[in-house]
């Protein structure tokens, strides 16, 4: 059965600052990680989604990686702004549409 | 295109009724999928429809069911409620090629059991 973890479950950071997710999985035999951004009361918003076979994805200030045998995924957060305060969550995709959620990590980003 | 859209918003009920909540797939995606988001277990995955089939179940009691209309559009209901389903019910669609491409996801229906 797929586990996933996400530390730490919060984060306060000053505005600028470059930081890192991590989101780790117990199953390695799945076909896509992806990243998603949560605000308070709404739904989900994808951001990143790397295949099993691929090592990193880039969308403007984010970055993800994934490294399959150990398990884990790391979200990069370049030159953070308040406005990327929100909860993070990550989900490994299996063999099917089934997504298997870590818990997340809520970002605060202090100006 | 329009996003992923979910009715209604927010409804309150009573233990022991039921409750039918409904999502609109973005257009072109056959594949939706229903998730239960509550602040101790997080988001858990609760059924997934394609072309109008249940192709994938979670471990989820009966009270849980849902369908699939020819159009795509799914409906959630849940029967006999408990206080423990007040949760924000969350539906994701994609174009059902499984593994291949992120789900959609709606604002979600935040339903409290009184």
């Known amino acids: 059965k797929q586990e996933v973890t996400q530390i730490p479950a919060a984060l306060s950071v000053p505005e600028g600052e470059n930081l890192v997710l991590n989101c780790s999985f117990t199953?390695?035999?799945?076909?896509?990680l992806q990243w998603f951004r949560q605000d308070p009361g709404k739904g989900l918003t994808s951001l990143l989604l790397?295949?099993?076979?691929?090592r990193e994805q880039t969308s403007g200030r984010l970055n993800a990686s994934l490294d399959k045998s150990s398990g884990r995924s790391t979200l990069y957060i370049a030159a953070s702004q308040p406005g990327d305060s929100a909860t993070y969550l990550c989900?490994?995709?299996?063999?099917?549409?089934?997504?298997?959620f870590g818990k997340g990590t809520k970002l605060t980003v202090n100006p | 295109k329009a996003g992923v859209t979910q009715t209604p918003r927010y409804l309150i009920k009573t233990r022991g009724q039921q409750v039918t909540l409904s999502c609109s797939p973005i257009?072109?995606?056959?594949?939706v999928s229903w998730y239960q988001q509550t602040p101790g277990q997080g988001l858990q995955f609760l059924f997934e429809?394609?072309?109008?089939?249940?192709?994938n179940k979670g471990n989820f009691p009966g009270r849980f069911s849902g369908r699939q209309f020819s159009n795509s559009r799914s409906e959630m209901n849940v029967s006999t409620l408990e206080l423990g389903d007040s949760a924000l019910y969350l539906c994701?669609?994609?174009?059902?090629?499984?593994?291949?491409?992120?789900?959609?996801f709606g604002p979600g229906t935040r339903l409290l059991v009184l």
């Open positions: 429809y394609f072309s109008e089939t249940q192709r």
């Open positions: 199953d390695s035999a799945i076909y896509n």
């Open positions: 790397i295949q099993s076979s691929q």
């Open positions: 989900a490994a995709q299996g063999g099917s549409e089934k997504l298997v």
């Open positions: 994701a669609s994609s174009s059902g090629r499984q593994g291949m491409e992120t789900q959609y």
């Open positions: 257009s072109g995606h056959r594949s």
